[in-house]
C-alpha cells in the first residue's frame, strides 16, 4: 500500500530556529505539493514541484520559507528563522501527474513555534 | 474565481442514522474535478473520491455515496448508517482542468457519530 511519508509527525521549536520538513512522495508521482492547515486558514497550498522543478511557490513566504527537491524521492519544506505564526500543520501530497491529478497526502506534520 | 462552500460547520448524529454532507462550488469552468478527503482524529487526509465535471452519474462505494448535479453547482456526499468510525472533518475540493493541479478546498465539515 504506497503512501506518502512525512517526517517528523510533530515537531516543538523555539521562536528563530530553523525548522526542516521532509516529504517521501509515492514513488511514481512526480507532482508534489506542500499545504498549510491552520484553524484560520483552513487549507492552503504553499508551493508546488513536477519533475522536481518548482511551478509555484506564490502561496509561501520568501522570506522565511524555501522549498526543494533534492531528488524524486525527497521534498523539503524549511523555515528560517521560524515564528510563532507558523505554528499549523504542514502536509505534503503527491500525484502522478496533470492527467491523473488525485492527491494523496501524507499523515501531516504538525509545527509548533513557541 | 473558484470557490468551495461546506456551510455546515459541523453535524452531531446518532450511530445508524443517515447523513449528507453539502458541498456547493462556484466554478466558470466547463471542466474540472471535484474530490472528497477525509481528516480522521488522527489527523491525516484521506482520498474518498475524484469526480470529473463530464461525468454526473451518482457513485456509491459501500456506506458511502456521492449526488454530482451541474445544474445546482453541487457534489453532496451522504453516509448511509453511520458508524463512530465515520467520526471526521470532511473537505471538499475542486481543481481546475490542464496542468496546474492546485485544489481549491472547502473549509470542511466535522462530524461526529455518537454511539
Known amino acids: 500500500d504506497a503512501r506518502v511519508t512525512q517526517t517528523p509527525r510533530d515537531k516543538v521549536t523555539e521562536m528563530g530556529q530553523e525548522v526542516t520538513m521532509r516529504c517521501q512522495p509515492i514513488?511514481?508521482?512526480?507532482?508534489v505539493f506542500w499545504y498549510r492547515q491552520t484553524m484560520m486558514q483552513g487549507l492552503e497550498l504553499l508551493a508546488y514541484?513536477?519533475?522536481?522543478?518548482?511551478?509555484?511557490d506564490s502561496g509561501m513566504p520568501k522570506d522565511r520559507f524555501s522549498a526543494e527537491m533534492p531528488d524524486a524521492t525527497l521534498a523539503t519544506l524549511k523555515i528560517q528563522p521560524s515564528e510563532p505564526r507558523d505554528s499549523a500543520v504542514y502536509f505534503c501530497?503527491?500525484?502522478?501527474?496533470?492527467?491523473?491529478?488525485?492527491?494523496?497526502f501524507g499523515p501531516g506534520t504538525r509545527l509548533t513555534v513557541l | 474565481a473558484q470557490k468551495v462552500t461546506q456551510a455546515q460547520t459541523e453535524i452531531s448524529v446518532v450511530e445508524k442514522e443517515d447523513v449528507t454532507l453539502d458541498c456547493v462550488y462556484e466554478?466558470?469552468?466547463?471542466?474540472?474535478?471535484l474530490f472528497w478527503y477525509k481528516q480522521p482524529p488522527s489527523g491525516e487526509l484521506v482520498f474518498l473520491i475524484r469526480?470529473?465535471?463530464?461525468?454526473?452519474q451518482n457513485e456509491i462505494s459501500g456506506r458511502y455515496s456521492w449526488n454530482f448535479q451541474k445544474s445546482t453547482s453541487s457534489f453532496n456526499f451522504t453516509i448511509t448508517a453511520s458508524q463512530v468510525v465515520d467520526s471526521a472533518v470532511y473537505f471538499c475540493?475542486?481543481?481546475?482542468?490542464?496542468?496546474?493541479?492546485?485544489?481549491?478546498f472547502g473549509a470542511g465539515t466535522r462530524l461526529a457519530v455518537h454511539p
Open positions: 501530497a503527491s500525484a502522478t501527474g496533470p492527467l491523473t491529478d488525485t492527491q494523496y
Open positions: 514513488l511514481g508521482h512526480n507532482t
Open positions: 514541484f513536477r519533475n522536481r522543478a518548482p511551478l509555484d
Open positions: 466554478t466558470r469552468d466547463t471542466t474540472y474535478y
Open positions: 469526480r470529473n465535471s463530464f461525468d454526473e
Open positions: 475540493a475542486l481543481r481546475r482542468h490542464g496542468g496546474y493541479n492546485k485544489l481549491i
